[in-house]
């Protein structure tokens, strides 16, 4: 998982630092089917998805989407 820190982006006009993060990562089998997944770090980080390589993007869009705010 890659943040970027914008604001020295915005400051120096170079590319973005990237900074590397491990988090917890809960998934959860569906009952309808497919999988869904939380973030017990981020609170109201969840996400779904039908296959496990889909729902591990969508947990790393869903983590930059929650840390952007």
Not at 1 to 21: I, L, S
Request: with cysteine.
């Amino acid at each position: 998982m890659a943040v970027y820190d914008r604001q020295a982006f915005a400051q120096a006009g170079k590319p973005p630092k990237r900074f590397e993060m491990t988090l917890k990562v809960i998934v959860h089998e569906a009952e309808e089917g497919g999988f869904w997944a939380e973030v017990p770090a981020i609170p109201g980080c969840a996400t779904e998805g039908a296959t496990l390589e889909e729902l591990m993007q969508n947990v790393r869009e869903a983590v930059e989407g929650c840390l952007s705010c």
